[in-house]
């Protein structure tokens, strides 16, 4: 489990490295503010021999943020970095290993017959209920997400995942009314809620592809201020004195910024943006698709290029999503031990101030 002793000394090893704010709060420790995101590859062992090499250069260079998923690319990418983090001169206490469930993961590579994959380990086992299941790949009730948050903590070798995201909760609202969601959220929380107290998790949080970028009327909408409030409930039904809901992760880049602009969540000032939400809740916002899967290396916007310091595309890009008030730490998908190093090269540079970043968008 990443400890504050453990995060804290390898920000005294890496923080003279890079600019101003590199290393943010997270808990009672510190992260860096660039992540490892494992989403993209194929599922194969050369991609895997990618991750590991890219890992360990991230870690041996100033990151100590790892992001994955259980589905992504079919359970692969949380067995490198298990395998990675163990293989690392890095102690594990120094980083932030977090992962997701909520989309049923094929194992090691797609099936022949998917459906029947699913039918025969999911719902025939009996871990799914139909009801809960959303175009055949989605499911967030609480027995199945148990069952995938023990099969992270097996594919990632460790006794304590540090954060544990209910993984695209919005998939849900296809099938049942935002208030079922709401509902079904509450009784994951409180399983997360007694996992902490177990110590099987530190944190708890939702990872969101739609949900916090889009105005309230929209399907895909849900409400932050409304999951925060079922989380305190989770939490008391589980009997803990405070929630352990700690973080959102969100899409949010140049060409992606409605986190920061769209105003939908109900805060004590009225509406605000997710991001100004989040913060002034206490809650870490981890920035996803930092690059915009890649698409940002062929150019920003010259005007928010103009702007931010770097020395390519991508690393003005990463320096705009590490910039925006209230994201804790932009993720940058990285197979490529070379674009960690360059990746890390963008975090020399200090980040835009508040007012800076503000102005862009005047
Ligand atoms: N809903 C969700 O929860 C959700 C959704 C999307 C993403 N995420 C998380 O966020 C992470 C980041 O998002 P993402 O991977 O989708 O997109 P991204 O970080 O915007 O882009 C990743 C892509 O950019 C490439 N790249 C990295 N550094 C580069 C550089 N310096 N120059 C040129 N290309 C570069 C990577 O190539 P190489 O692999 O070859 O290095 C990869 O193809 C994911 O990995 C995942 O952990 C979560």
């Known amino acids: 489990m990443a400890t504050a002793d453990g995060t804290w000394a390898y920000r005294d090893r890496f923080g003279d490295e890079f600019g101003r ?24 062992d050369a991609v895997d021999e990618r991750y590991e090499k890219a890992i ?30 163990e293989e690392s001169d890095v102690e594990r206490e120094s980083v932030l290993v977090a992962t997701k469930g ?60 540090d954060l544990y995201y209910v993984h695209n909760p919005e ?23 007694e996992r902490v ?8 949080g939702v990872a969101t592809w739609d949900t916090f970028r ?3 009327e929209h399907a895909s909408y849900l409400s932050l201020p409304e999951i925060v409030s079922r989380a305190r409930a989770a939490a008391k039904a589980a009997g803990n004195t405070a929630t352990h809901l ?43 698709a930092a690059i915009g899967q890649g698409q940002l290396a062929a150019g920003l916007p010259e005007a928010v290029a103009e702007r931010l310091e770097g020395d390519s595309e991508v690393q003005k890009a990463i320096n705009f999503a590490r910039s925006a008030p209230g994201v804790t730490s932009a993720l940058v998908g990285m197979s490529s031990r070379e674009h960690v190093e360059e990746n890390l090269e963008a975090c020399r540079f200090d980040p835009m101030g508040a007012e800076a970043f503000d102005q862009v968008f005047e």
Request: charged fraction near 25%.
């Open 56 to 85: 360990l250069a991230a870690l041996d260079g100033g990151c100590n943020v790892l992001d994955t998923a259980i589905n992504y690319r079919h359970q692969r990418s949380e067995r490198v970095v298990g395998r990675t983090l």
């Open 171 to 193: 998939a849900q609202l296809e099938a049942r009314s935002q208030e079922a969601v709401y509902d079904q959220l509450e009784a994951t929380f409180t399983r997360l809620e």
């Open 246 to 288: 700690r973080a959102i992760q969100l899409p949010f880049n140049v060409r992606m910024a409605d986190a920061f602009t769209v105003e939908a969540h109900d805060g004590a000032e009225g509406v605000e943006s997710v991001l100004w939400f989040a913060q002034k809740a206490g809650l870490n916002a981890f920035a996803s």
């Open 21 to 44: 704010t590199y290393f943010r709060r997270f808990g009672d420790g510190v992260i860096s503010s660039l992540g490892l995101g494992t989403y993209l590859g194929d599922p194969t």
């Open 214 to 216: 889009v105005h309230s």
């Open 197 to 204: 107290a177990a110590g099987d998790i530190r944190y708890y």
């Open 102 to 161: 909520g989309f049923l993961p094929f194992d090691g590579e797609r099936p022949e017959n998917p459906s029947e994959f699913v039918r025969e380990e999911y719902v025939g086992s009996g871990l799914v209920a139909r009801e809960d299941l959303v175009r055949g790949s989605h499911c967030i009730a609480p027995d199945f997400i148990e069952d995938q948050l023990d099969r992270s903590l097996s594919n990632l070798g460790t006794e304590t995942i």
